[in-house]
């Protein structure tokens, strides 16, 4: 009997993964705590309520009673920890709070299973991380598992500070744990402060696309479906105290990706081609810009047969037809605090 915290899962990565778990494991229970930031939305997991395997909890993964109450409750026997602050930019411009949930929370996820779990060879501690904890690549190479650490920015400093955390708790106490390092996601549900949703919501408004620096940045890019399944794979059949790194294998120069994206929006939308273009702006660049991410996911695939299946004109079509069919979604999520954000980082 597996009863599953899923952290973050009312968030963009994770309320895949909530779905997916729910669906492909009626034996399995799945508990959410999330404490719905303004990154966590109930609207991203209605077709959830229902379900009689799956409970939300509204907690903060930095309250000591609450989430070792949770533990209890509902007898928890794994963690898949996704819950963080996640966007770079924020993390710029206040980084205290990156620091509180990413490295304290995860330690207080850590502390609360350690004191639940007696035999840990029965428990998973699962810590679902980020390719930029590895730093910035030039023109070629790959990130592989092995590669040092060299994280640049206050997000990918507390993830890699979060991630040592969880190896900490490996060779210290003997839990299980695995880590998962994945490259830059994208799909449906993803708040539209990240980049392709941010540039599909400004072309639907015919706004101004801002493009830091001179978008010769690189981003490998994948489908969060595709990742889901990596989850899924590691969680099962990944090994005790291992990394898997995961990547789409779809590296693609910002500029590059934001063409796509606007011929894609315009055909969807019946507009001319070359409309959305027309309104690209490069702004100013990113304090500390990563150059370049790539993954070696070679690992992953010799040991547990994993590979990405969406290519990105296949996942970016399938992604804009999602925004452009959910318009509610998008307008209810941007208005109030995202329109201070916005206002505030953009100008
Ligand atoms: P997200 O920002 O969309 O969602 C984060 C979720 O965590 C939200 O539901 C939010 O309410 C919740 N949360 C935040 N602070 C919390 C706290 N203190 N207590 C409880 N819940 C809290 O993030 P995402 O893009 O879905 O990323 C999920 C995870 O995957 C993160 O750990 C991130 O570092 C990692 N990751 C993301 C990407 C990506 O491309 N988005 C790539 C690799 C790894
Ligand atoms: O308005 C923008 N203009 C722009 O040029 C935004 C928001 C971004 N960018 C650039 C910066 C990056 O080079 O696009 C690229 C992607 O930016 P983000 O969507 O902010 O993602 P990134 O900073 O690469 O980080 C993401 O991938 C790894 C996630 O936000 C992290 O949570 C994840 O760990």
Redesign the pocket.
């Given at each position: 009997m597996k009863n599953i915290l899923i952290?973050?899962?009312?968030?963009?990565?994770?309320?895949?993964v909530v779905r997916h778990f729910v669906h492909k494991y009626p034996d399995y229970k799945i508990v959410n705590?999330?404490?719905?930031?303004?990154?966590?939305?109930l609207e991203?997991l209605t077709d959830l309520e229902s379900a009689n395997n799956y409970t939300l909890v509204k907690?903060?993964?930095?309250?000591e009673a609450a989430v070792n109450a949770v533990f209890d409750k509902y007898d928890i026997t794994d963690v898949i920890?996704?819950?963080?602050?996640?966007?770079v930019d924020r993390s710029i411009t206040d980084p205290l709070?990156f620091l509180?949930?990413?490295i304290l929370?995860t330690a207080n996820l850590l502390n609360a299973a350690k004191g639940k779990w007696s035999d840990f060879d029965k428990h998973i501690f699962y810590?679902?991380?980020?390719?930029?904890v590895y730093g910035s690549l030039g023109d070629t190479g790959l990130f592989e598992e092995t590669t040092p650490y060299d994280p640049r920015s206050p997000?990918s400093a507390s993830?890699a500070s979060?991630d040592h955390l969880v190896r900490a708790y490996h060779h210290t106490y003997g839990m299980q744990i695995k880590i998962?390092?994945?490259?830059?996601?994208?799909g449906p549900?993803?708040?539209p402060e990240?980049l392709i949703p941010l540039i599909i919501n400004n072309i639907v408004l015919e706004k101004k696309l801002p493009v830091y620096g001179d978008g010769s940045n690189v981003r490998d890019w994948?489908y969060?479906q595709d990742?889901v399944e990596a989850i899924d794979l590691v969680f099962h059949k990944g090994t005790n105290g291992e990394t898997y790194n995961?990547g789409g294998n779809n590296e693609k120069q910002n500029l590059e990706l934001v063409h796509l994206l606007c011929d894609t929006v315009d055909a969807q939308l019946g507009r001319p081609t070359g409309d959305a273009k027309s309104r690209i702006e490069f702004v100013t660049d990113r304090p500390g810009h990563d150059k370049r991410y790539a993954i070696d996911a070679s690992k992953i695939k010799a040991e547990l047969g994993w590979e990405p299946l969406t290519d990105v004109a296949t996942g970016l079509g399938k992604t804009v037809e999602w925004y452009l069919a959910n318009g509610e979604w998008l307008n209810r999520v941007t208005s109030g605090d995202y329109k201070k954000y916005y206002e505030v980082h953009y100008g």
């Open positions: 952290t973050g899962g009312a968030g963009f990565i994770g309320s895949h705590l999330d404490a719905l930031t303004y990154a966590g939305n991203n907690v903060d993964i930095n309250d920890h996704l819950a963080a602050e996640s966007h709070i509180r949930t990413n929370g810590h679902v991380s980020t390719d930029e997000y993830k979060s998962t390092n994945c490259s830059n996601n994208y549900y993803q708040f990240k994948l969060v990742h995961i």
